[in-house]
């Protein structure tokens, strides 16, 4: 990977541009809720910034592809109900990519979450506007800790893999940057400094308001 400056900036959505943990979280507990299922110890952690459909067949063994669906169906209309009490962006998030659009900066969005949601918090957050590209779970055949979604962003960008920095919340997220041959800082409002920094960021930040670019 080339040791160059940065020239373009991707950013994970859930988690490091609204802090949408807990909706999620709680999201998934009311869809095992509606199955009968007993979700695992700490079973949010296998969900972190993986499509719906493939979190869904780490919770339940055996599941088909359709069931799968269906599942991530209902945990995503889980979600959006729960986030209807308000999105929260991650702090200096909107002021740090405002700030990269006026220095001209290619930005991109590359999320486990579907176009759907995608567009509703960008739109609660007032950040749509700010993105050249955004790809979602809906553009991607293969999901994180699979490299293909921060390729396309990349592609969309019109910018060398290399040449990007990203900013991820999740472990599978930082695998998935690193194999796409990106720089990755990570957020720490999912895991620890040390486990996003053993997954291969360079370092962890825990929001964006010391964050200035160059990085």
């Known amino acids: 990977m080339s040791g160059g400056a940065p020239r373009a900036v991707v950013f994970d959505m859930d988690g490091v541009l609204v802090d949408s943990g807990a909706h999620h979280r709680e999201a998934w507990v009311a869809m095992c809720r509606d199955c009968g299922l007993t979700p695992p110890p700490e079973f949010w952690r296998l969900t972190i910034g993986r499509p719906a459909e493939e979190a869904v067949a780490l919770l339940v063994n055996g599941i088909d592809r359709a069931e799968a669906r269906r599942l991530a169906d209902l945990k995503r209309e889980h979600y959006t109900r729960l986030a209807r009490r308000g999105t929260m962006a991650v702090p200096g998030a909107g002021a740090f990519v405002a700030a990269l659009a006026r220095e001209g900066v290619p930005r991109a969005v590359a999320t486990s979450a579907?176009?759907?949601?995608?567009?509703?918090?960008?739109?609660?957050?007032?950040?749509?506007r700010h993105f050249d590209v955004?790809?979602?779970?809906?553009?991607?055949?293969?999901?994180?800790?699979?490299?293909?979604?921060?390729?396309?962003?990349?592609?969309?960008?019109?910018?060398?893999?290399?040449?990007?920095?990203?900013?991820?919340?999740?472990?599978?997220?930082?695998?998935?940057?690193?194999?796409?041959?990106?720089?990755?800082?990570?957020?720490?409002?999912a895991h620890t400094a040390d486990e996003l920094v053993g997954a291969g960021a360079e370092r962890a930040v825990p929001h964006f308001e010391t964050v200035r670019w160059p990085v």
Request: hydrophobic residues 45%; glycine residues 10%.
């Open 114 to 128: 579907s176009r759907r949601d995608l567009e509703r918090i960008l739109d609660a957050l007032g950040l749509r």
């Open 134 to 189: 955004a790809v979602t779970a809906d553009d991607v055949r293969r999901g994180k800790p699979h490299p293909e979604v921060y390729l396309k962003a990349a592609e969309g960008l019109g910018v060398e893999p290399h040449a990007c920095l990203v900013f991820e919340d999740a472990v599978v997220g930082v695998h998935a940057a690193r194999a796409a041959g990106m720089r990755v800082i990570g957020v720490t409002t």
